[in-house]
């Protein structure tokens, strides 16, 4: 099925709509990981996990929210991520 001309920019608006509320989405989802990060290494390290130790398994908790590693479970192939 072929758009019209006046149906092609409520389409556009439409999915420009959709990415944008996409991308705040996952901003807010890397504010509140970044957050956790903190608060989960500090609480390693009070607990008398050595710094660097617990540096390093707080970066890999945070990494569970990389773009990369979300899409990458989809199995869809996506070229510009390889």
Known sequence: MRMTKRELPVAFA???????RLG???????V?????????R???VR????PEQARQL??????????RRILGATRV???FLR
Do not use: C, N, T, W
Request: cysteine-free.
């Open 42 to 44: 500090k609480h390693l």
């Open 58 to 67: 707080a970066a890999d908790y945070r990494s569970i929210s990389s773009l």
């Open 24 to 30: 705040l989405v996952y901003m807010r989802l890397q």
């Open 32 to 40: 509140r990981s970044k957050r956790a990060e903190r608060v989960f």
């Open 47 to 50: 607990g008398g996990m050595h």
């Open 14 to 20: 439409g999915i420009l709509l959709l990415v944008i």
């Open 77 to 79: 192939p996506i070229p």
